[in-house]
DNA sequence: GTCTATACGCTGATAGAC
DNA sequence: GTCTATCAGCGTATAGAC
């Protein structure tokens, strides 16, 4: 009898994103994650030993993935309008369908990014190098400016991942659900337009 | 004898800003603000009570203020690029030199935000509504394209935030300090000009 | 008004039964 | 392999000395 390790292990990672990802590490706690998987507490220390391996494995788990999104849409096989239209899309719909994730991301780094360090150090700048590539590539076909890659892209994630870590005071300014076509069109606008509105004087003056 | 009220209070509010930034609420303790503070844990219990009502001092007094270098720049009686530009400016220098203000802010946030629930679906949305004038004023002038102003305002805030609460993710990527020129140079880039060069092709052409 | 000593609940972790 | 019962330590809060 019990619930067998297949069922339990899976249940209890993805009960500790949304508890990790609600409250952070140190505001969530074993108990709680145990009743959400409807679990005695012993046992998620009998598969994961510590809350703190519990908390990486989750982690690990979140971070894999996380880059997909960009691989896809920011090459040069395609051309910049495109590739960043796509891209905030996809980082948008990330933000909504799994805001769980990106808090759990956020948390760890406003806790000081320990146990990602190295995550950021390797992975995530070779990543930033090999976007700063298709960016000066977008760039020297005339379909962007000259940007910072890194400064873009941190532009970029925080106005994306800011739908899903701030979603209280998004719903609390608007008075109601975020409207994520209204997201998309604001974000685009900036990126390929900007708010000036001087191109579009120039060719009907 | 011992340290007097006058001395005690601010020190204490002080070092909990600082304390209650980096860890957030359930990261943070007692003991440790007591200890930040050179005084025994008791008297901080003494002047403020409960931890939360001292969590809800340090957020309130971090909340005044928080508005004020938007009234300052974004105004009609300036013009879109001396305003944004003044803006993006002051609030990159408060993630530079508060960065534990807005770390405080996005914890409450991602917790949830019920200690500023009021504060957001007043202040803060009367806040946004009189930018929403001053955008629809300078958009009249042709001084930027028409936005909408709360979904504006999130990308502001997102971009210019980021510097301060996820700067970890940042000195990593850049392996190295952030350099608040670039950031300044890109948000405004984006916001004066996008990524598009179409203008520049419409002019020389 | 300021500080020392202490109570007590909650949480992470484990020993050992089934 | 799964789960029940229990422990040890930390953290908030307070009673009471100075």
Redesign the pocket.
């Known amino acids: 009898?019990?619930?067998?390790?297949e069922i339990?292990v899976p249940r209890i990672m993805s009960e500790a994103e949304r508890i990790f990802g609600r409250h952070g590490f140190a505001g969530?706690?074993?108990?709680e994650i145990a009743r959400a998987s409807q679990?005695?507490?012993?046992?998620v220390?009998?598969y994961f030993?510590?809350?703190?391996a519990l908390y990486r494995a989750v982690l690990e788990n979140t971070l894999s993935g996380w880059l997909a999104d960009a691989r896809h849409w920011l090459s040069p096989h395609r051309t910049a309008s495109e590739g960043l239209r796509g891209y905030i899309a996809a980082k948008l719909a990330f933000s909504r369908d799994h805001a769980d994730a990106s808090k759990l991301f956020a948390h760890e780094i406003l806790r000081g990014g320990e146990h990602v360090h190295t995550y950021l150090t390797t992975t995530l700048r070779m990543h930033v190098d090999l976007i700063g590539e298709t960016l000066a590539i977008w760039a020297g076909r005339g379909e962007i400016r000259a940007v910072d890659p890194p400064y873009f892209m941190f532009s970029i994630w925080a106005m994306t991942q800011f739908y899903a870590d701030m979603n209280p005071q998004i719903t609390a300014v608007l008075n109601g659900e975020v409207d994520f076509d209204r997201a998309t069109g604001t974000i685009l606008g900036l990126l390929l337009h900007g708010e000036s509105p001087e191109r579009l004087d120039a060719t009907s003056k």
Chains 1, 2 share one sequence.
Do not use: C, W
């Not at 009898?1 to 390790?5: K, L, N, V």
């Not at 030993?49 to 703190?52: A, H, Q, S, V, Y």
């Open positions: 009898m019990g619930i067998p390790r339990a969530a706690s074993m108990v679990l005695p507490k012993a046992n220390h009998y030993g510590t809350k703190e």
